[in-house]
């Protein structure tokens, strides 16, 4: 038996395709009007579902707009608002007019859509593509993505700051950290102005004025390590991480660079640091410009070095047990932790061996300059704001820091009477330290 041609069928097979119709499509029980316009095919949905009064109903408007295409009347913009914007501004463009779509017309979730395609789809860091995909999905679009951007104002910014609470895991509930708010509101922000750009709109900027609207966050102050605690948690690391966890606290690079060092980049007398590994995928470029740098081999980082590529059989100076490349998760969870937890010292995380190692090289009295090249931070800025903070008792521990650096961590070419000052400079600030232990305190010598 001969298939009866559907409606779309016999349009195709039309002469006159300045006509329309209207179609049901197989397995669907909406109606939808199908014509060609510019000599492009035009077919839309109506939602209405294919009832008798519903067909004469769209016909009759279809009829009127096709009344519209024959006299050049017709505005595809308007007959279609809620049409792909591209298909508008390319219909507009063969009407004669330039389309600009009022913020009211564009929902924000549509937008996002043809952004990713664009803007998204062109930036070179995987990791920034991951982090913002994540934040859109997951927090940006439940909450915009059926609001046009002229609903998306300052008040529903600080309604939406507002909703922003811990989704999952023991914190369920609790309201995201000042820190992470920002992180949401970074790729917000870069979404709107790109759609202002893109649609010439003069809006308010819905993002002024949030800060009195942000959570009161503590500000997380790193401590750093005594050097007795130091030798306690070295005691009970893993023998094999022990010199991979030594050259972190030597050199004051991190796990995404201890990971992605390798054997090229020791090179003479320095380390070269220039690769990292991020989420297991290498990267050819440091976190700044400032983080690729120069770090002089001491004897105290050499001997560390030495054994760390004496057992390595890959490009890679460090790797686990297994001979595999050096993974910040596994050094963190099974290693670091661990080692805290025998050594009977309060958990802090592995970065606090960078912090330490600032805060032991100012302890020396390091030229600051060459601790900022060392750091790899821009100026001494950072270097006072971050790490300059007073560690109490951590001047009684100067000598035996500048023993387990080594002489040359001061200055590459000293001589025996320079180290000799060296100490002498020092023992004032232990000899003021004991003097003020052996004081009584007020309270005490007071009757």
């Known amino acids: 038996m001969r298939r009866k041609p559907s409606a779309e069928m016999l349009f195709d097979n039309m002469d006159d395709k300045h006509e329309g119709t209207v179609i049901r499509k197989p397995g669907s029980k909406k109606l939808y009007v199908l014509f060609y316009y510019y000599g492009r095919r035009v077919e839309k949905s109506t939602g209405l579902d294919d009832t008798p009064p519903n067909r004469k109903k769209i016909k009759t408007w279809l009829d009127r707009q096709m009344e519209k295409v024959e006299t050049n009347r017709f505005i595809f913009a308007e007959a279609f608002p809620s049409a792909p914007e591209a298909e508008k501004a390319w219909f507009a463009r063969k009407e004669g007019w330039d389309y600009q779509p009022e913020p009211k017309d ?26 913002w995909k994540g934040v859109i ?88 390590l005594r050097f007795d605690e130091w030798q306690k948690i070295l005691v009970e690391m893993h023998p094999w991480y022990k010199p991979i966890a030594e050259i972190m606290l030597l050199t004051g690079m991190i796990n995404s660079e201890i990971a992605g060092l390798r054997k090229a980049d020791i090179t003479g007398d320095h380390i070269l640091v220039k690769n990292t590994i991020v989420r297991k995928r290498e990267k050819e470029k440091c976190k700044t410009i400032f983080r690729t ?3 002089p081999i001491t004897k105290a980082i050499r001997e560390r070095l030495d054994i760390a590529t ?29 080692a805290f937890k025998k050594a009977g010292i309060g958990y802090k995380r592995p970065y606090i061996m960078r912090h330490t190692f600032a805060a032991w090289a100012l302890t020396l009295k390091i030229d600051l300059l060459r601790l900022v090249n060392l750091m790899g931070h821009r ?10 903070n007073y560690t109490e008792g951590l001047e009684q ?45 007020c309270q005490a010598a007071c009757p």
């Open 106 to 131: 564009i929902m924000f979730g549509d937008y996002v859509r043809q952004w990713y395609l664009k803007i998204w789809i062109n930036f070179e860091s995987l990791t920034k593509k991951e982090d």
């Open 137 to 224: 999905d997951y927090w940006l679009l439940p909450h915009f993505g059926e609001m046009s951007f002229y609903q998306i104002s300052g008040t529903e910014v600080k309604s939406f700051i507002s909703s922003l609470k811990i989704k999952k895991g023991s914190n369920k509930g609790n309201q995201l950290s000042k820190k992470r708010i920002k992180i949401v509101l970074i790729p917000f922000r870069a979404i709107w102005n790109d759609a202002c750009d893109d649609f010439r709109w003069m809006l308010p900027d819905p993002f002024r004025n949030l800060k009195r609207h942000m959570p009161e966050s503590p500000e997380i102050e790193f401590t750093v």
């Open 293 to 295: 740098r120069k770090i």
């Open 310 to 338: 004496s057992r390595s059989t890959t490009d890679y100076v460090f790797t686990n047990t297994l001979g595999h490349k050096f993974e910040r998760g596994i050094f963190r969870d099974d290693i670091w932790k661990r």
């Open 379 to 388: 100026d001494k800025k950072m270097v006072f704001e971050v790490y300059g």
């Open 397 to 441: 521990d100067a000598i035996k820091i500048l023993n387990y650096f080594g002489h040359d961590f001061i200055t590459p070419e000293i001589n025996q009477h320079s180290i000799f000052a060296m100490q002498q400079a020092l023992l004032p600030h232990l000899a003021w330290q004991m003097q003020q232990l052996q004081q009584p305190s």
